[in-house]
């Protein structure tokens, strides 16, 4: 039976996110999370999305759709920012808990889109967000290089298709490795 992945684009609707000369994550995170979502289901997994189009739902509200969905992990796609533009670069992505699946998971992801080009600026635990501690299942949130970054932004541009398979299959490896052959 395949697992069930929910993917969530974040911010939407009034919550644009960050806002960088003119770019607007919720639309960079819609179009990755979409990307990668029909990527995953391409493999045989079931995917739910908790967006499809630019609508808002609290973090809470989205929390809530995995959980209804029974899903077996949970996974919320954003884009960084900094205070100053062009302080920073690369990937990172925030787990609730730095031990268990979601962080062998996060460590696939990571690695696989500093294959991409990312900077890997690893996992970071974050225990104060609603995505990934009111979630029964293991997730986690990517940070898809930053948005006031020009440098991650030309590599999310140019490279935008590998960066969803980099996603998706950092999920797969995960998930296929426990399984038997």
């Known amino acids: 039976m395949a697992e069930t992945i929910v993917i969530d684009a974040g911010h939407g609707g009034t919550d644009p996110g960050a806002v960088y000369n003119g770019r607007i994550e919720k639309d960079d995170n819609l179009n990755l999370a979409l990307a990668v979502g029909n990527i995953l289901r391409e493999y045989g997994y079931n995917v739910v999305f908790t967006r499809t189009d630019d609508i808002y739902e609290t973090p809470y509200r989205k929390a809530q759709e995995g959980n209804e969905a029974n899903a077996d992990y949970f996974v919320s796609?954003?884009?960084?920012?900094?205070?100053?533009?062009?302080?920073?670069?690369?990937?990172?992505?925030?787990?609730?808990?730095?031990?268990?699946?979601?962080?062998?998971?996060?460590?696939?992801?990571?690695?696989?889109?500093?294959?991409?080009?990312?900077?890997?600026?690893?996992?970071?635990?974050?225990?104060?967000?609603?995505?990934?501690?009111?979630?029964?299942?293991?997730?986690?949130?990517?940070?898809?290089?930053?948005?006031?970054?020009?440098?991650?932004?030309?590599?999310?541009?140019?490279?935008?298709?590998?960066?969803?398979?980099?996603?998706?299959?950092?999920?797969?490896?995960?998930?296929?490795?426990?399984?038997?052959?």
């Open 77 to 181: 796609i954003h884009r960084n920012s900094s205070l100053y533009p062009n302080q920073y670069n690369g990937a990172e992505t925030l787990v609730y808990n730095q031990y268990g699946p979601a962080a062998e998971m996060a460590e696939n992801i990571n690695r696989q889109l500093a294959n991409v080009g990312f900077k890997d600026l690893g996992i970071e635990e974050r225990k104060n967000l609603i995505v990934l501690n009111r979630t029964r299942m293991p997730a986690l949130l990517v940070e898809a290089g930053f948005l006031n970054s020009d440098v991650d932004n030309t590599l999310f541009d140019e490279r935008f298709e590998e960066i969803a398979y980099a996603i998706a299959n950092g999920i797969d490896q995960t998930l296929s490795a426990g399984r038997t052959p």
